[in-house]
């Protein structure tokens, strides 16, 4: 039964195709990705790997399945009654030792340059962290510098779920978790760490286009991991950034007024109350 | 030879009992291998009868091919288990918090909500699925049942070198069984920390409700299910070394063997790690001390600080051992697939020594590589740097693996029964599991795809399109060695068809949504907007459906398992004309497998031997004289 190697063709076929659906539909794809023209365009240079990969990987699919499908169309008993008596080759073992060897040294040649780019040490960029993003079941408590420029100080600015940063601009975070493990994954701009405890970990990254964007928690930290949502707004310029931060410090101070005063009122109030019994 | 020499000249031996006497003459008579007389078998004669007794016959068995049939019912009921939870999790991702059928019937007084699925018990079911196919499915069926049924047959032995061992072995499966189903009704429920429990997510009791109690049991049940597995390692390396019969060299040995002994030995070397780290995670949570926990650590409403332990510590142990784990749950069903490949090609192996180097080279470089899985864990980058090249490597031995199988079937005799497709379907599906593995081998790309569905779908092309599509062919191949009795050929072919197209449709797209970055273990990913997109709800329900689809078709499987088991045609001594030892015998084997220890004169694949009138020539008759010569020199072919 050599139709036997048509299923697999088939199924060989169908494969390749799901990668060609994401031309139609950007959502068969990688996502938007906005990390490519920045200063340190760590996205561009992440899928430009991914798609080196995905074409050598594509061709020695694409090779070994033809030869799979060819051999099982050619050889059925029915064509081949007999099988050759071989026990092997010499010269074709080392062929096909030799080149994958040389394909696998050359990517791991290849991308070592972008991952010590992108996570050594030695790559942070040489600007102070714009926040200290902490880690909670199921938040994202992020603190900017206040007015003194340093983080941990009672002016400092919070927000919940909300990190703003720059156009264009490379920005460095400390991230920090409070009780479990949580990884702090931005897809549009290809960055990715997780959060460990007892550690404060430098994350850089930037962004060539202003928006917002999706901050995930790619690390699973409980009942309500799917929904530790952040949002991430990355603005024009840096005026824009200061703007929304004296405007975010007055409305917490603002907030934070209110709430003493409230308290104040709410407990008179149950003096009162007390009294009038 | 006689029945009398069963009896034996050692005096310690109980008397032959009348079954023993008339399995043997059965065996003897179907056998027709006793032909080849004349070499010395002095040692074969210490054969004790089959115990009489049901409950120690087929119960507290110490004969290995039981035990193995023991471990291959307890890993298929616990594979639908597995995958009816596994069907639950594909119904949540494609209609997020709608009722689930039966299963919202079920629970619904349990999770008062109306039928709508808890997200904590979704974190218990990818939790639970992957621990019960990894631990209870896939590790023992195939070491355990495939491990144990063949290897002492395999190589002419009449037992595992400790049989009593090996039967502790497998009844230390049934606290871990015990154990973790009784997970599923203590208060909290079931582990929900996923199978790699991350501390502190697993460690801490307020961290979620899984962690409350079913943690402690989750880490108690794989403490049996370990020292099972080494008991079975154990066993497997002594046998494999000190038993084989006369004539058996090491490189004689079929692939299948091979695999087992090189998978026995990974398991010997990992598993005291992972059992150290169950027993220091187990101490974490029950009396108080901090190997995971760091210094000064103190959360909202507990008592002080506490600490002074290392978070990405349990991440090293775990992975030292769970990373091998892999080659544990793959090897043995290369193994398989090259034996069943080379059989009904009618063709030798292609390359059967580079083959053996390879899986050699594989648990070598799997003892290096786990590192992998901690790219973005916050471990030194440069030591990422140094996995990635060792996890770039083992790619090597797996590529040789595949071309060597391609080889095989080239310029063969292809015979398309039940178990070449399911070990063709190995080899094709194997490449897209291996390929896709290079993609996280590149630590920037990891950066990306790590946490996503990419690694879910890159882990189910290795361990279903590889380790349960071997399963599976071994199924098939052995059933009538196993039973006495054959599976339905048209059935069976109907199954992988079925397993094969359904399999591909539930599993390939996971690598494109992956890319996309929807992460794993989300109970719904619509709450973020990037993902909340036509294509993606399209993808979900996609896949769910064919997973649905998959999980029907195993049906045919049961059904055909089952009436063959009972009523199926009789095999005989050799159905599939395969050349290895365990055909040697009757089916299904007497209580002590051969008659007479067999005399093994070449290695297990020599198929359409030229000289020879059929096309397979077993392992226990001499190759003619002149193609000596050729087996002599096979590298020069």
């Given at each position: 039964m050599?139709?036997?190697?048509?299923?697999?063709?088939?199924?060989?076929?169908?494969?390749?195709?799901?990668?060609?659906?994401?031309?139609?539909?950007?959502?068969?794809w990688?996502?938007?990705?906005?990390?490519?023209?920045?200063?340190?365009?760590?996205g561009?240079?992440?899928?430009?790997?991914f798609?080196?990969?995905l074409?050598?990987?594509?061709?020695?699919?694409?090779?070994?399945?033809a030869?799979?499908?060819?051999?099982?169309?050619?050889?059925?008993?029915?064509?081949?009654?007999?099988?050759?008596?071989?026990h092997?080759?010499q010269?074709?073992?080392?062929?096909?030792?030799?080149?994958?060897?040389?394909?696998?040294?050359?990517?791991?040649?290849?991308?070592?340059?972008?991952?010590?780019?992108?996570?050594?040490?030695s790559?942070?960029?040489k600007?102070p962290?714009i926040?200290?993003?902490t880690?909670?079941?199921?938040?994202?408590?992020?603190?900017y510098?206040?007015?003194?420029?340093?983080?941990?100080t009672?002016?400092?600015?919070?927000?919940?779920?909300?990190?703003?940063?720059?156009?264009?601009?490379?920005?460095?975070?400390?991230?920090?978790?409070?009780?479990?493990?949580?990884?702090?994954?931005?897809?549009?701009?290809?960055?990715?760490?997780?959060?460990?405890p007892?550690?404060?970990?430098?994350?850089?990254f930037?962004?060539?286009?202003?928006?917002?964007?999706?901050?995930?928690?790619a690390?699973l930290?409980g009942?309500?991991?799917?929904?530790?949502?952040?949002?991430?707004t990355v603005h024009?310029?840096?005026?824009?950034?200061?703007?929304?931060?004296?405007?975010?410090?007055?409305?917490?101070?603002r907030?934070q007024?209110?709430?003493?005063?409230?308290?104040?009122a709410?407990?008179s109030?149950?003096?009162a109350?007390?009294?009038?019994? | 030879?006689?029945?009398?020499?069963?009896?034996s000249?050692?005096g310690?031996?109980?008397?032959?009992?009348?079954?023993?006497?008339?399995?043997?003459?059965?065996?003897?008579?179907?056998?027709?291998h006793?032909?080849?007389g004349g070499?010395?078998?002095?040692?074969?004669d210490?054969?004790?009868?089959?115990?009489?007794?049901?409950?120690?016959?087929?119960i507290?068995?110490?004969?290995?091919?039981?035990?193995?049939?023991q471990?291959?019912?307890?890993?298929l009921?616990?594979f639908i288990?597995?995958?009816?939870l596994?069907?639950?999790v594909r119904?949540?991702?494609?209609?997020?918090?709608?009722?689930?059928?039966?299963?919202?019937?079920i629970?619904?007084g349990?999770?008062?909500?109306?039928?709508?699925?808890?997200?904590e018990?979704y974190?218990?079911?990818?939790?639970?699925?992957?621990?019960?196919?990894?631990?209870?499915?896939?590790?023992?069926l195939?070491t355990?049942?495939?491990g144990?049924?063949?290897?002492?047959?395999?190589i002419?032995?009449?037992?595992m070198?400790?049989?009593?061992?090996?039967?502790?072995?497998?009844?230390?499966?049934?606290?871990?069984?015990?154990?973790m189903?009784?997970?599923?009704?203590v208060?909290?429920?079931?582990?929900e920390?996923?199978?790699?429990?991350y501390?502190?997510?697993?460690l801490?009791?307020?961290a979620?409700?899984?962690?409350l109690?079913?943690?402690?049991?989750?880490?108690m049940?794989?403490?049996?299910?370990?020292?099972?597995?080494?008991?079975?390692?154990?066993?497997?390396?002594t046998?494999i070394?000190?038993?084989?019969?006369?004539?058996?060299?090491?490189?004689?040995?079929?692939?299948?063997?091979?695999?087992?002994?090189?998978?026995?030995?990974?398991?010997?070397f990992?598993l005291p790690?992972?059992t150290?780290?169950?027993?220091m995670?187990?101490?974490?949570?029950?009396?108080?001390?901090n190997?995971?926990?760091?210094?000064?650590?103190?959360?909202?409403?507990?008592?002080g600080?506490?600490?002074?332990?290392?978070?990405?510590?349990?991440?090293?142990?775990?992975?030292?051992y769970?990373?091998?784990?892999?080659?544990?749950?793959?090897?043995p069903?290369?193994?398989?697939?090259?034996?069943?490949?080379?059989?009904?090609?009618?063709?030798p192996?292609f390359?059967?020594?580079?083959?053996?180097?390879?899986i050699?080279?594989?648990?070598?470089?799997?003892?290096i590589v786990?590192?992998?899985?901690?790219?973005?864990?916050?471990?030194?980058?440069?030591?990422g740097?140094?996995?990635?090249?060792?996890?770039?490597?083992?790619?090597?031995?797996?590529?040789i693996?595949?071309?060597?199988?391609?080889?095989?079937?080239?310029?063969?005799?292809?015979?398309?029964?039940?178990?070449?497709?399911?070990?063709?379907?190995?080899?094709?599906?194997?490449?897209?599991?291996g390929?896709?593995?290079?993609f996280?081998?590149?630590?920037?790309v990891?950066?990306?795809?790590?946490?996503?569905?990419f690694?879910v779908?890159?882990?189910?092309?290795?361990?279903?399109?590889?380790?349960?599509?071997?399963?599976?062919?071994?199924?098939?191949?052995?059933f009538?060695k196993?039973?006495?009795?054959?599976?339905d050929?048209?059935?069976?072919?109907?199954?992988?068809?079925?397993?094969?197209?359904?399999?591909n449709?539930t599993?390939?797209?996971?690598?494109?949504i992956?890319?996309?970055?929807?992460?794993r273990?989300?109970?719904?990913?619509?709450?973020y907007?990037?993902?909340?997109?036509p294509?993606?709800?399209?993808?979900?329900?996609?896949m769910?459906?064919?997973?649905?689809?998959?999980?029907?078709?195993?049906?045919?499987?049961v059904y055909n398992?089952?009436?063959?088991?009972?009523a199926?045609?009789?095999?005989?001594e050799?159905?599939?004309?395969?050349?290895?030892?365990?055909?040697?015998?009757?089916?299904p084997?007497?209580?002590?497998?051969?008659?007479k220890?067999?005399?093994?004169?070449?290695?297990?694949?020599?198929?359409?031997?030229?000289?020879?009138?059929?096309?397979?020539?077993?392992?226990?008759?001499?190759?003619p004289p002149?193609s000596?010569?050729?087996?002599?020199?096979?590298?020069?072919?």
């Open positions: 050599r139709y036997w190697s048509l299923l697999f063709l088939v199924t060989a076929v169908l494969v390749v195709a799901a990668f060609g659906v994401g031309a139609f539909d950007p959502s068969w990688l996502p938007e990705n906005v990390s490519l023209h920045g200063p340190l365009h760590i561009a240079e992440v899928d430009h790997l798609i080196l990969i074409v050598i990987t594509g061709l020695v699919f694409i090779g070994t399945q030869a799979l499908v060819w051999t099982l169309w050619r050889y059925p008993r029915e064509f081949q009654p007999k099988a050759t008596y071989q092997g080759s010269r074709l073992e080392v062929v096909w030792t030799i080149i994958p060897a040389a394909i696998l040294v050359f990517i791991a040649l290849y991308q070592l340059g972008a991952w010590t780019d992108i996570k050594f040490r790559a942070q960029p600007v962290p926040a200290e993003v880690a909670r079941q199921f938040q994202w408590l992020i603190r510098p206040g007015p003194d420029g340093r983080i941990g009672p002016d400092d600015l919070h927000t919940i779920n909300d990190l703003h940063f720059v156009k264009n601009e490379p920005t460095v975070i400390h991230l920090k978790t409070r009780d479990v493990l949580h990884s702090f994954f931005l897809p549009a701009m290809r960055i990715k760490q997780d959060a460990v007892g550690l404060t970990i430098p994350v850089w930037d962004a060539d286009r202003a928006g917002t964007y999706d901050l995930v928690c690390e930290c009942w309500g991991h799917y929904k530790m949502r952040g949002v991430v024009e310029t840096r005026r824009d950034f200061e703007e929304w931060a004296s405007r975010a410090l007055e409305e917490q101070n907030s007024l209110a709430t003493i005063g409230g308290t104040v709410t407990a109030a149950a003096t109350d007390a009294g009038g019994n | 030879m006689s029945t009398n020499s069963l009896g000249a050692d310690n031996i109980e008397p032959v009992s009348e079954a023993t006497r008339a399995e043997a003459r059965a065996a003897s008579e179907g056998g027709g006793g032909d080849h070499h010395g078998h002095g040692h074969d210490h054969v004790h009868p089959a115990p009489s007794n049901f409950l120690t016959r087929y507290f068995s110490t004969d290995h091919k039981i035990i193995g049939i471990f291959l019912f307890s890993g009921l616990f288990l597995g995958g009816l596994a069907l639950a119904w949540q991702l494609a209609w997020p918090w709608s009722r689930v059928p039966i299963l919202s019937t629970m619904e349990e999770w008062k909500t109306g039928g709508q699925m808890p997200p018990f974190n218990k079911l990818f939790t639970m699925h992957a621990t019960v196919m990894i631990f209870f499915v896939i590790i023992p195939l355990g049942a495939f144990n049924f063949l290897i002492p047959l395999m002419g032995a009449r037992d070198a400790f049989p009593k061992l090996n039967m502790l072995s497998y009844w230390f499966m049934w606290p871990a069984f015990i154990l189903l009784q997970s599923f009704v208060e909290g429920g079931a582990a920390a996923g199978w790699t429990s501390p502190l997510l697993a801490f009791r307020w979620t409700p899984g962690s109690n079913g943690q402690t049991l989750w880490l049940s794989l403490l049996f299910a370990g020292v099972s597995s080494m008991m079975g390692s154990i066993n497997y390396i046998t070394l000190m038993l084989r019969a006369p004539g058996m060299k090491l490189f004689r040995m079929p692939m299948t063997v091979w695999a087992l002994f090189i998978t026995a030995l990974l398991q010997a990992a790690v992972l150290s780290a169950l027993v995670q187990l101490l974490d949570r029950t009396v108080g001390t190997f995971f926990t760091p210094v000064a650590w103190s959360v909202a409403n507990q008592p600080p506490v600490g002074g332990g290392q978070t990405i510590l349990w991440q090293h142990l775990f992975w030292f769970s990373h091998p784990a892999v080659y544990i749950m793959i090897l069903a290369m193994g398989i697939v090259s034996d069943v490949i080379s059989t009904f090609s009618r063709k192996l390359g059967y020594k580079p083959m053996v180097f390879a050699a080279g594989i648990a070598f470089l799997g003892f786990w590192g992998h899985h901690m790219f973005q864990s916050g471990m030194n980058p440069a030591l740097a140094t996995f990635m090249l060792s996890t770039m490597m083992i790619a090597l031995p797996s590529a693996k595949t071309f060597n199988w391609i080889g095989t079937l080239w310029s063969g005799s292809i015979h398309f029964t039940t178990p070449m497709l399911f070990a063709i379907g190995f080899v094709s599906m194997f490449v897209i599991g390929l896709s593995g290079i996280m081998a590149a630590t920037p990891d950066m990306h795809i790590h946490d996503t569905y690694i779908g890159h882990i189910h092309y290795v361990l279903f399109g590889g380790s349960t599509f071997g399963i599976f062919a071994a199924i098939y191949y052995w009538p196993m039973f006495g009795r054959m599976m050929e048209r059935l069976g072919k109907i199954h992988f068809v079925l397993t094969f197209i359904f399999f449709g599993f390939f797209l996971m690598h494109i992956g890319m996309h970055g929807h992460p273990r989300i109970a719904t990913p619509y709450e907007e990037f993902l909340n997109r294509g993606i709800h399209f993808m979900n329900e996609f769910t459906v064919n997973a649905l689809l998959l999980g029907a078709s195993q049906l045919i499987v398992f089952v009436v063959s088991l009972f199926g045609p009789r095999a005989s050799n159905p599939w004309r395969a050349n290895t030892l365990e055909w040697a015998t009757a089916s084997p007497p209580h002590y497998n051969f008659l220890i067999p005399t093994v004169y070449h290695a297990a694949y020599e198929y359409s031997v030229p000289g020879v009138e059929e096309d397979y020539l077993p392992q226990t008759r001499p190759l002149a000596q010569q050729m087996v002599l020199e096979p590298a020069r072919g």
